[in-house]
């Protein structure tokens, strides 16, 4: 790979950012798409501090141990945007450009490739999932008192547990988008799915003990599950109580490391395994008036 | 040959039924489309029942996570139920009519004789008899997989309370659909974005009393906030955390369901002029 062609991999990237930004944004103005973006994040947001409330009103939840805990599960709730927006994002932009624009068809035929038209589309996801994730932390501290304590933040092992959570993010992205290539109408099913089976696995605002035993399983073999465990430990300064403290904080990276690593390969070959399997069966633009 | 053009004469037809009769036919009409169309798709009926009670899992293991009371799991199962009310209100019926416009169908509908309302009200009743099948689904998981157990409440309150709970909210859903007559994708986004704002809203995971005085606010809008506690008081009696006596709650969602019912006749008869006038009818893509 030379120089020249990392560079015209970014222009196209970012040719493909700002059309994606465009088709995100421009049916509102600035400050109703604002609401737009932030409103589905804050009111998950406020559901679970209604619920902690409530609970504390009735006697529950008492004490620093469970209001340790409750942080947690809000902080992971918050960085669950990433999924939302980026990891079901990418699959939705495949489904709006072939279904709803019609338009699939010409992405392809273009020069750009199609790999990094959803690279490039990513950018504009993670930049409104970063305002979501931001927002929504904002408000649990100023408005709702989650807070944590800044002298327990550990900066380096947060930094690269983000880092991996994020590439995660992107990779099974692009493995949702590939499969939406090959779905046509239940694309549309299997997304909606797999965000909502994402907040149930990966023990977003629980702990994964609570599940099934065999679910279990699948959650730790799941990057977002120990994500979500790094966070809770490196950013609000507690781990979830149950089967998780059985690892040290090295375990928990290396375990978000290693599953990270294997998803991203997985995702790789997934992606294109789905493309080619799109153009066999002729779905690149086959619309079904869903 | 001119025997055979004064046959074809008289090609403005009168249809065979009128008034109420028509309303009826193209009522139950719709309503069959509703009934059949989501039968068709197996993954829709995917989407519409097991969904929307994935999120109240999450939110029941929560309510375990953090030692609540038994009871709170029940509201939040209640809550779950509801949702999935909601979610087709919001889908099937409020952005119904974009999906329609998008598909290009959108002017078979007002080239027909019979009343708009009639298609809505349709609507309404197809989408709420399969929603009711794929509500027990939530029920079940309740029972089932989190041993939800109730003390023994009136069935035939229930039922009452939940037909006014539904008119109510369907009525909204007909109001909704006339105003995203007028809009293209800012239907679709406005659809996502009602959806957890009114779940929060409506306390439909925890007690409304929580939400304090902004609850007292939400249930003078929003018919699912009443609803949704109405509901629970039935069904778990002090342990819901009423925010209304019951009585007073029924009586409001009576008056929700008329309100409702005329707002929507009168913005879809508004709304269908405007959207004509400004050319928006057949507009797709946009």
């Known amino acids: 790979m030379t120089l020249a062609s990392v560079r015209g991999s970014l222009a196209r990237a970012r040719t493909a950012a700002w059309l994606g930004w465009q088709v995100e944004g421009n049916w509102a103005d600035p400050v109703l798409f604002a609401i737009y973006v932030l409103a589905r994040p804050l009111a998950t947001a406020l559901i679970l501090a209604a619920m902690y409330g409530a609970v504390r009103a009735h006697g529950g939840a008492a004490g620093p141990v469970a209001a340790a805990a409750f942080t947690g599960f809000f902080v992971a709730n918050a960085f669950h945007n990433y999924a939302n927006q980026v990891l079901v994002g990418l699959g939705w932009a495949v489904f709006d450009e072939r279904e709803q624009y019609e338009t699939l068809k010409y992405v392809y035929a273009s020069p750009v490739g199609m790999f990094t038209y ?54 099974l992205g692009f493995l949702l988008a590939g499969w939406s290539l090959v779905l046509a109408r239940a ?46 430990r490196f950013l609000a300064g507690h781990g979830t109580l149950g089967m998780m403290q059985r690892f040290t904080d090295a375990q928990v990276l290396q375990w978000l490391g290693l599953t990270t690593v294997v998803f991203a390969v997985l995702a790789r070959w997934g992606y294109f395994a789905f493309e080619r399997e799109a153009r066999r069966l002729g779905r690149l633009d086959q619309t079904t008036l869903f | 040959m001119s025997g055979s053009l004064a046959a074809l004469a008289p090609i403005e037809r009168r249809p065979r039924h009128t008034g ?66 909601w979610i087709n209100v919001l889908w099937g019926m409020g952005a119904q009519l974009y999906f329609e416009k ?20 349709g609507m309404a009743l197809g989408g709420l008899v399969i929603t009711v099948l794929r509500s027990l689904v939530g029920v079940a998981i309740g029972v089932w997989v989190f041993h939800i157990q109730v003390a023994p409440f009136s069935p035939w309150v229930l039922v009452g309370v939940f037909v006014l709970t539904m008119v109510a909210l369907y009525a909204l859903g007909m109001t909704l659909s006339s105003l995203f007559l007028l809009y293209g994708r800012e239907a679709w986004h406005t659809a996502n974005a009602l959806q957890e704002p009114v779940y929060f809203l409506s306390g439909l995971y925890f007690p409304v009393r929580t939400l304090g005085a902004l609850g007292a606010v939400a ?46 006749s009168r913005s879809m008869a508004y709304l269908e002029a405007l959207a004509k006038r400004e050319g928006r009818l057949t507009q797709r893509w946009q």
Not at chain 1, 129 to 152: E, I, K, N
């Open chain 1, 118 to 171: 959803l690279a490039g589309r990513s950018l504009v996801k993670y930049a409104l999932a970063t305002v979501s994730v931001l927002a929504t932390l904002l408000v649990g501290w100023f408005l709702l008192g989650v807070r944590w304590d800044w002298a327990h933040v550990q900066w380096l092992p947060l930094s690269v547990a983000t880092a991996a959570g994020l590439a995660a993010t992107l990779f």
């Open chain 1, 187 to 232: 694309a549309m099913v299997a997304l909606e799915g797999v965000s909502l089976a994402s907040y149930l696995l990966c023990g977003v605002i629980f702990p994964i003990d609570l599940l099934p035993s065999p679910v279990r399983w699948i959650a730790l073999g799941l990057p977002f599950t120990w994500w979500y465990e790094a966070l809770r």
């Open chain 2, 20 to 85: 109420a009769r028509l309303f009826v036919q193209a009522l139950l009409a719709r309503s069959y489309v509703r009934l059949v169309g989501s039968l068709r798709e197996p993954t829709w009926m995917i989407s519409d029942a097991v969904f929307p009670n994935l999120g109240m899992c999450g939110f029941v293991l929560l309510y375990r996570a953090l030692g609540a009371p038994r009871s709170y799991e029940a509201l939040a199962l209640i809550g779950g139920v509801l949702t999935t009310y």
């Open chain 2, 102 to 121: 998008m598909q290009g169908q959108l002017q078979l509908y007002f080239a027909a004789p019979c009343s708009r309302l009639a298609i809505l009200s």
């Open chain 2, 219 to 264: 249930a003078g809008i929003l018919p699912l906030t009443l609803g949704t506690d109405a509901l629970r008081q039935v069904v778990l009696g002090p342990a819901a955390h009423g925010l209304l006596p019951l009585g007073k709650e029924c009586l409001a969602l009576a008056g929700f369901g008329a309100l409702f019912l005329v707002l929507a």
